[in-house]
């Protein structure tokens, strides 16, 4: 199932997999411990930043 939402701790608590999207692409994808506990791309973690 592909579930679109802005509802982060949402996501995190029931993804196996994530895909975050910038201006309509493909910016950093992996597991809900990998994306935020360890994101790698500067606007992944500038987003986690904000929301916290």
Same mark, same amino acid.
């Given at each position: $199932?592909?579930? %679109? !939402?802005?509802? $982060?701790?949402?996501?995190?608590? %029931?993804?196996?997999?994530? %895909?975050?999207?910038?201006? /309509?692409?493909? =910016?950093?994808? /992996? !597991?809900? =411990?990998?994306?935020? /506990?360890?994101?790698? &791309? ?6 986690? &930043? &904000?929301?916290?």
């Amino acid at each position: $199932m592909i579930l %679109v !939402t802005h509802e $982060m701790k949402f996501a995190r608590n %029931v993804a196996n997999h994530i %895909v975050f999207l910038a201006d /309509g692409v493909i =910016d950093e994808q /992996g !597991t809900p =411990d990998e994306i935020f /506990g360890n994101p790698k &791309s500067e606007r992944l973690k500038k987003f986690i &930043s &904000s929301i916290h």
